[in-house]
C-alpha cells in the first residue's frame, strides 16, 4: 500500500505491514485502525485481516519506481518495530530504504525497546529518519532510547498531545512535531502544553513543527499557533527540501 498523504510533515505513505496492537494511551483513538476495518469492510486486499498486523512483501518496492523524490512516512498504518515483525522483514524494509536513497524515509514507533534493541543490526542510511512517539510527560523515556540508537536524524511525534510534558531533554534530537488529537473522540489539547513544548525547542534550538489543533474538526481548527505557522525541518534536510515543497528550518 502506497498512497499520497495529507499529513502536514510528509508527501506519501508507504505500508509494507498493516496491523497493530494498542500499547499506550496515545493508541486508544488509533485513526489507522478504524481506516484499516473501513478498508476491509470495501473489500480492500491488503486489510483482508482488517487491522491485524499482516505483512505486505508485495509492496516492498514501490519506492524503487518512484523515481521523483519523495518524503514518505513508513508504516503509517502499522509499527515497524512491533514484536510480531520479524527481524529478517524489517531487514528488507531497510534495504529498500537504502536502496531509493534519492527519498527521505520517516520511521515512527511507539515500541522504543525493540528499536534500541535492533538498532546495531539495522544498516541506517543518512536517508532514514527514525522518530518515536509522546503522547506525555509518561512516554519522555521513549526519547532516551531513541537517542541511543544509530540513526542519523532523530525525531519525536509528540501527537496526540494529550497531557502537559514539563521537561524533555532534546539533546540529540533533530526534530520535533507537536499536535493534538483529531475525530468524533478527540481529547482536549491545551494552548499552553503547546507553547510549553515551542519554547523547549527554541531554547534546545531543535526546529518545531506544529501540525494541527486537532478536535472533532480539525479542518475548522487549522495549524496556526498564537498567530504563526510553525512548519519547520531537520537541519540536515536541505540538499533537495525544494522537490518536497516543504522549507527546512533556518
Given at each position: 500500500?502506497?498512497?499520497?498523504?495529507?499529513?502536514?510533515?510528509?508527501?506519501?505513505?508507504?505500508?509494507?505491514?498493516?496491523?497493530?496492537?494498542?500499547?499506550?494511551?496515545?493508541?486508544?483513538?488509533?485513526?489507522?485502525?478504524?481506516?484499516?476495518?473501513?478498508?476491509?469492510?470495501?473489500?480492500?486486499?491488503?486489510?483482508?485481516?482488517?487491522?491485524?498486523?499482516?505483512?505486505?512483501?508485495?509492496?516492498?518496492?514501490?519506492?524503487?519506481?518512484?523515481k521523483t523524490p519523495r518524503l514518505i512516512f513508513v508504516n503509517?498504518?502499522?509499527?515497524?518495530?512491533?514484536?510480531?515483525?520479524?527481524?529478517?522483514?524489517?531487514?528488507?524494509?531497510?534495504?529498500?530504504?537504502?536502496?531509493?536513497?534519492?527519498?527521505?524515509?520517516?520511521?515512527?514507533?511507539?515500541?522504543?525497546?525493540?528499536?534500541?534493541?535492533?538498532?546495531?543490526?539495522?544498516?541506517?542510511?543518512?536517508?532514514?529518519?527514525?522518530?518515536?512517539?509522546?503522547?506525555?510527560?509518561?512516554?519522555?523515556?521513549?526519547?532516551?532510547?531513541?537517542?541511543?540508537?544509530?540513526?542519523?536524524?532523530?525525531?519525536?511525534?509528540?501527537?496526540?498531545?494529550?497531557?502537559?510534558?514539563?521537561?524533555?531533554?532534546?539533546?540529540?534530537?533533530?526534530?520535533?512535531?507537536?499536535?493534538?488529537?483529531?475525530?468524533?473522540?478527540?481529547?482536549?489539547?491545551?494552548?499552553?502544553?503547546?507553547?510549553?513544548?515551542?519554547?523547549?525547542?527554541?531554547?534546545?534550538?531543535?526546529?518545531?513543527?506544529?501540525?494541527?489543533?486537532?478536535?472533532?474538526?480539525?479542518?475548522?481548527?487549522?495549524?496556526?499557533?498564537?498567530?504563526?505557522?510553525?512548519?519547520?525541518?531537520?537541519?540536515?534536510?536541505?540538499?533537495?527540501?525544494?522537490?518536497?515543497?516543504?522549507?527546512?528550518?533556518?
Open positions: 500500500m502506497a498512497d499520497k498523504s495529507l499529513i502536514e510533515w510528509t508527501n506519501d505513505t508507504w505500508n509494507p505491514v498493516t496491523g497493530c496492537d494498542k500499547i499506550s494511551s496515545g493508541c486508544k483513538n488509533c485513526y489507522a485502525e478504524k481506516m484499516a476495518n473501513r478498508l476491509q469492510l470495501m473489500g480492500q486486499p491488503n486489510y483482508k485481516n482488517g487491522f491485524e498486523l499482516t505483512l505486505q512483501p508485495a509492496t516492498l518496492e514501490i519506492p524503487l519506481k518512484w503509517s498504518m502499522s509499527d515497524l518495530f512491533h514484536e510480531d515483525v520479524p527481524l529478517d522483514y524489517i531487514l528488507k524494509v531497510f534495504r529498500v530504504m537504502n536502496q531509493a536513497s534519492w527519498h527521505v524515509f520517516q520511521i515512527l514507533t511507539k515500541r522504543h525497546e525493540r528499536l534500541l534493541e535492533l538498532s546495531d543490526k539495522l544498516p541506517w542510511s543518512e536517508n532514514i529518519w527514525m522518530g518515536v512517539s509522546v503522547e506525555s510527560q509518561t512516554y519522555v523515556k521513549r526519547v532516551d532510547y531513541l537517542r541511543r540508537t544509530s540513526a542519523v536524524t532523530k525525531f519525536l511525534s509528540i501527537e496526540p498531545l494529550i497531557g502537559e510534558i514539563n521537561k524533555i531533554n532534546l539533546e540529540g534530537i533533530d526534530w520535533v512535531i507537536v499536535g493534538g488529537e483529531s475525530g468524533p473522540k478527540a481529547r482536549e489539547l491545551k494552548e499552553e502544553w503547546v507553547t510549553k513544548l515551542r519554547d523547549i525547542c527554541f531554547e534546545a534550538n531543535v526546529p518545531f513543527f506544529f501540525k494541527q489543533w486537532g478536535g472533532t474538526r480539525k479542518h475548522k481548527t487549522g495549524r496556526e499557533l498564537q498567530g504563526q505557522f510553525h512548519d519547520e525541518m531537520p537541519r540536515r534536510f536541505s540538499t533537495n527540501d525544494s522537490f518536497f515543497g516543504m522549507r527546512p528550518s533556518s
